[in-house]
């Protein structure tokens, strides 16, 4: 336990921001803060030493995915999943909650595990939350995620009850199974769109002694007014001295707005993703690289990024995509992971200047002005 500790240095004068430390044994975090995926043990198309350079402090892997491929027992034969990939600071994993909901081909939950058929193989696999801990002890981690229940929503409010009430038993059942003093265990607050079911989550598993707390089962297709309505609803009820993390969201704007609700820890497919597509995200909206407009272009994507993709001109980086050249991917998968970064180390500096909420405001004109609202130019 003495290995985790967070710091909450300052809380905005004007919103629910914080501006916060996590300390782990492989170094600290600096919150707010973005953790880039590495879904199989890679951010895609990025290296170790690249991923560094972005800014980033803690990046994540995916239980479900290295279990499955790999094994768990061929990472911790490699050393573990720091030694493996070569990433020398904190790493959180996930529990595979999510990935069975979404991935797996078939999905049943009963009170002793989630079993479900692996998309690589076909096999039948259970995962029972004590499983789920004993995979994420074997691949390393500095923070385990507990076995939720994961259902999709709209969802009738009894199983949405249900699945709420099965998460806490098995946020239970992890955190007893639970061997390792080097690895944090976060428990996952769900309960839907439902605020009275957020909060009686959070209640409970705030009784137990979980190093941080994460809102899961957000970003699942639901309206950003809802997100920010259930994020504010449960990080109410969540002590001020853990961290607080809240899982696959999103983009920048949302970062922002979650921030203001007293969320210090995100992470999210979508610079890395986006960035194989060629959209690019800036300080003044969404850039489609691919886009005849760029063709001549000898601006950088974004003027002031210090990132390698933005010593080239958006017309270079455009004609990479069109011939096909991984390089264009990995240019923009870069800038964006830079750009994530940079815009959290610029809400932490808002943060303890107490000018967060002009801050915001800034950003959210900034991304408005493209010329077409929501669409990438
Ligand atoms: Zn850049």
């Known amino acids: 336990m003495s290995q985790f500790h967070f710091d909450l240095q300052h809380r905005d004068a004007a919103t629910g921001a914080r501006r916060g430390v996590f300390v782990t044994p492989h170094g600290p975090v600096q919150t707010p803060g973005f953790m880039p995926v590495g879904t199989q043990g890679t951010v895609k198309g990025v290296t170790i030493d690249q991923v560094a350079a972005t800014g980033a402090h803690m990046i994540l892997g995916n239980t479900y995915h290295l279990a499955l491929r790999p094994g768990h027992e061929t990472v911790r034969r490699l050393g573990g999943l720091h030694a493996m990939c070569g990433w020398e600071g904190p790493i959180l994993t996930d529990s ?23 998309h690589i193989d076909g096999r039948i696999v259970e995962l029972t939350p004590e499983h789920s801990i004993e995979i994420q002890e074997a691949l390393g981690s500095d923070v385990a995620m507990v076995l939720d229940h994961v259902i999709a929503l709209p969802a009738d409010p009894g199983a949405v009850t249900d699945a709420m009430e099965r998460s806490i038993r098995w946020a239970k059942r992890c955190l007893e199974y639970a061997n390792s003093d080097r690895q944090a265990k976060f428990a996952i607050v769900q309960g839907g769109l439902d605020e009275t079911l957020r909060a009686q989550c959070a209640r409970e598993l705030t009784s137990m002694d979980f190093d941080g707390y994460a809102v899961g089962g957000l970003s699942v297709g639901e309206e950003p007014s809802e997100m920010y309505r259930v994020t504010a609803a449960t990080t109410e009820h969540l002590p001020a001295d853990h961290p607080r993390y809240l899982m696959g969201v999103g983009r920048p704007i949302d970062l922002l707005e979650n ?8 992470d999210c497919v979508m610079p890395t993703r986006n960035g194989r597509n060629s959209i690019a995200f800036t300080d003044a909206g969404p850039v489609k690289l691919r886009n005849a407009v760029h063709r001549e272009d000898r601006r950088p994507v974004e003027q002031g990024c210090p ?50 909420e002009e801050f915001r405001r800034e950003k959210i004109a900034g991304w408005d002005s493209a010329k077409t609202p929501g669409k990438a130019t």
């Open 96 to 118: 595979g909650g999510f990935q069975v909901f979404s991935l797996g081909e078939i999905n049943k939950v009963t009170e002793h595990a989630a079993t479900f058929r692996s």
């Open 259 to 266: 921030v203001a609700r007293g969320i210090d820890l995100f």
């Open 307 to 356: 990132c390698i993709a933005c010593r080239h001109s958006r017309g270079y980086i455009r004609h990479l995509f069109n011939a096909g050249e991984m390089l264009g991917p990995i240019l923009l998968s870069i800038h964006n992971l830079t750009y994530y970064q940079r815009l959290m180390a610029e809400t932490r500096s808002a943060i303890e200047a107490d000018r967060f």
